[in-house]
């Protein structure tokens, strides 16, 4: 059963190390392989699903002794409440697909103060966090979790705040520059360029360049930063011009990557090819862009989450956002992980180091002594028809 609690907490939403304006353009996943799959192919029929019901919004939650409480934390009210809603649909769509009858998911509002919706949960008598979003959510509530015994496994990419008590769901750009870039030098690039903007973001992004392409056999030529303005942008463009590269990693969103072709290609790059992060995956319009054309990005296999977002307009009426694979997918792991979780006791954290890994909406994964999910990645490649995979997925590893 899913609920809703409201309380208190921050109002901002932005993939890690993003400006939320670079966020906002992005609104345009588990059970152990082979063990539980979420039906996402279902015989057509002409009778509309029934509805889900709402969460009721209530301040104290009922007594339960056949279930376990776990807490959904995602913004809910402000300006990424349709994101964290559309999690949170995706987390009740999974709960129900699974019959999880172990598990009580009751959401939580993140969007007024993390920690404040973390103390909630805490006193509802949660035994684990599914989120926060952002990375600084993740520190404001990861100390109260851990001081409850409570396991965090988090949407951020920000790999600076995992910790002992903290995993990470979210999608890492450094697992896409490097997938990506590895694909490059199998085709026969090997001298790299970088487009960063300055950030967090982009600070992790030039690093994963740099070791990606050395690791590769490759190497990084030029690497220039820039402000996102017109100009800071023209003229990073300008500075790369002055060496020779064969490819050009724009690690920022599609319409950044958009912006900055028609100046790589006037200023000497006419054959250089465009290489992007899973930033790209949440923009489905750039493959109307005959200027990205060809560009390679890294990132997981849309083909299931294609058939869950059919099936949640059939149920919500409307489209889910890309991040909605992070709850439908964690609660996948959790009821996977509940099959062998006593009722009344701990969250068994154990049970997330499967070398074997998981399956879900975006595929195989698993987590490793770094406490962020590692995923098998897909190189897709940009085009009209909405473009094609050049280099599939490992199934699983």
């Known amino acids: ?12 939403w932005s993939i890690d190390g993003m400006r939320r304006a670079s966020v906002i353009a992005l609104t345009l996943l588990l059970a152990a392989c082979g063990a539980v799959v979420p039906r996402t192919q279902r015989p057509a029929s002409h009778t509309p699903p029934p509805p889900v019901a709402k969460p009721s919004q209530q301040g104290n939650l009922p007594e339960d002794n056949e279930r376990h409480r776990v807490a959904l934390l995602v ?11 559309s999690i949170a649909n995706a987390a009740a769509l999974a709960l129900a697909d699974t019959g999880g009858k172990k598990l009580r998911i009751t959401n939580y509002d993140t969007a007024t103060g993390a920690a404040a919706a973390a103390q909630k949960a805490l006193a509802d008598g949660n035994q684990l966090f599914l989120g926060p979003l952002l990375g600084e959510d993740v520190r404001a509530v990861s100390g109260l979790a851990a001081a409850a015994h409570v396991p965090v496994i988090a949407f951020s990419n920000d790999a600076s705040v995992v910790g002992d008590n903290v995993w990470l769901l979210g999608f890492s750009p450094a697992q896409s520059v490097d997938r990506v870039v590895r694909y490059a030098k199998s085709q026969g690039l090997t001298r790299f360029a ?6 967090l973001y982009g600070r992790n992004a030039s690093r994963a360049l740099i070791r990606s392409a050395e690791a590769a056999g490759g190497s990084v030529v030029a690497m220039q930063n820039y402000d996102r303005s017109a100009k800071s ?14 490819a050009v990693l724009i690690a920022d ?47 997981v296999d849309d083909t299931v989450f294609g058939q869950l977002a059919k099936r949640y307009r059939a149920r919500y009426g ?44 975006d595929g195989a994964f698993r987590f490793g002594d770094s406490h962020i ?16 995979i050049v280099s599939p997925a490992p199934k699983g590893f």
Do not use: C
């Open 1 to 12: 059963m899913a609920d809703a609690a409201t309380s208190r907490q921050p109002r901002i």
């Open 75 to 85: 913004p809910l009210s402000g300006s990424a409440a349709a994101v964290g809603q």
């Open 194 to 199: 970088g487009l960063i903007p300055q950030g």
């Open 233 to 246: 942008l023209a003229a990073a463009v300008t500075a790369l011009s002055k060496q020779r590269y064969d």
């Open 253 to 299: 969103s599609g319409r950044i990557a958009v912006a900055s072709v028609p100046l790589i290609r006037k200023q000497g790059g006419a054959s250089v090819r465009l290489l992007g992060t899973e930033l790209w995956n949440a923009e489905p319009g750039l493959n109307a862009s005959a200027a990205m054309a060809g560009a390679w990005f890294a990132s």
């Open 318 to 361: 409307r489209t889910p956002y890309r991040l909605a694979s992070l709850g439908y997918d964690s609660v996948l792991l959790t009821v996977r992980i509940a099959a062998d979780w006593p009722l009344k006791s701990p969250f068994p954290v154990g049970k997330l180091a499967d070398e074997g890994g998981f399956s879900g909406v």
């Open 373 to 388: 999910a590692e995923r098998a990645l897909a190189v897709h490649q940009l085009g009209a028809g909405g473009g094609s």
